[in-house]
């Protein structure tokens, strides 16, 4: 049961603010610390199509370094009008302090 996560690196080499980019199965993610919370997204802003490494983390969002774009780490939804398409998100879980990621992405439809 939950074969389908991927191990990634310890918890303690992500501070919270920091994001890390790591591919897994050829998908992109970033995997941030939000003040301690830990969340995975596609490393991909849906404006115009930028990594969104290097992204301002501020509570649970994460602002595209390109034209500032907000994005909810929990849900990807974005904030304003540039774009409305969400972000993927994947599950992570910590097991024996590492992060690990489910690459299946949460999107329904
Ligand atoms: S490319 Fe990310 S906000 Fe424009």
């Known amino acids: 049961m939950n074969s389908e996560y991927t191990r990634l690196f310890p918890v303690a080499d992500l501070s ?5 980019a790591v591919e ?17 997204v596609q490393n991909m802003c849906t404006h115009q199509k930028a ?7 501020r ?9 500032g774009v907000m994005f909810d780490l929990k849900t990807g939804v974005p904030k304003g009008t540039m774009t409305t398409i969400p972000l993927k998100t994947y599950d992570l879980r910590v097991v024996d302090e590492h992060l690990e990621v489910c690459v299946k992405d949460n999107t329904l439809a």
Not at 24 to 40: E, M, R, S, T, W
Not at 51 to 57: A, S, Y
Not at 59 to 67: A, Q
């Open 59 to 67: 509570n649970c969002f994460i602002s595209c370094p390109v034209h």
């Open 24 to 40: 897994i199965d050829g998908v992109d993610l970033l995997v941030c610390n939000a003040k301690g919370d830990f969340y995975a």
């Open 16 to 20: 919270p603010g920091q994001a890390k």
């Open 51 to 57: 990594k969104l490494e290097g992204g301002r983390i």
